[in-house]
Structures are given as C-alpha cells and as structure tokens.
Nanobody, 127 residues
C-alpha cells in the first residue's frame, strides 16, 4: 500500500503565492512519476502539472503555465507545486497522484495513468 499526503493549502489573496507539498510513502518504488490535479466546486477534476521520475521533464496545463512550478526531491519521494500569481479561478481542492514507472523522462497528464491519490488540500483564492 502507498500513502500519499498533501499539505500546504490555505486561503490567500489574489496575486499571492502558496507552495503545496506531497509525500509518498509505503510500498512504493523509488521510480515514481508524480502529478497534481485539482477539482473546483461543481467542476470536473482537471490536470495541473506533472513531473517525470528523474525530475528533468515537466508538463503544465495552459491555465497555469508561467505561474506554477512543479519540482521534486527524489531522496524524500516528495513533489512540490509552487503557485504564484494566484487567481480566484485557481480555487480548488488540489490532489497529488503517484505512479510507478520505468521511464525516467516520462510525465503523465491524464489521471487514469496514476495508481495512488492523496486526499487533497484545499486552496482558496479570494478576490
């Protein structure tokens, strides 16, 4: 079993910043690709950002490109999402996802490709 735990959400004013963290532990290979997704109230879950096992490849949704940065610390199986210039439309529950992989440079923007999910952390951006 793999545990995925997100942290770092909160309430912030528009234009502000937050950094989310996600730690994966348990029966997980060290070779994991990770991603962030979000789901706003009454909306479908959407892709935010993904990072490869090596950390050398990243991919972003157009809506966050240039504002959000995904990174990782492989020694701790932890992924981060730095969110700058936050907008009210970024308000959502943010979920971290993890999957084992043999591809060092592959990232996965589709939720169906992930095996494990966290419970989410709420981000609220006030106008």
């Amino acid at each position: 079993q793999v545990q995925v735990v997100e942290s770092g959400g909160g309430l912030v004013q528009a234009g502000g910043s937050l950094r989310l963290s996600c730690a994966a532990s348990g029966r997980t290979s060290s070779n994991v690709a990770m991603g962030w997704f979000r789901q706003g109230s009454g909306k479908e879950r959407e892709f935010v950002a993904a990072i490869s096992w090596s950390g050398g490849s990243t991919y972003y949704a157009d809506s966050v490109k240039g504002r959000f940065t995904i990174s990782r610390d492989n020694a701790k199986n932890t992924v981060f999402l730095r969110m700058n210039e936050l907008k009210p439309e970024d308000t959502a529950n943010y979920y971290c996802a993890v999957r084992s992989t043999t591809c060092r440079s592959c990232y996965y923007p589709e939720g169906r490709n992930y095996d494990y999910w966290g419970q989410g952390t709420q981000v609220t951006v006030s106008s």
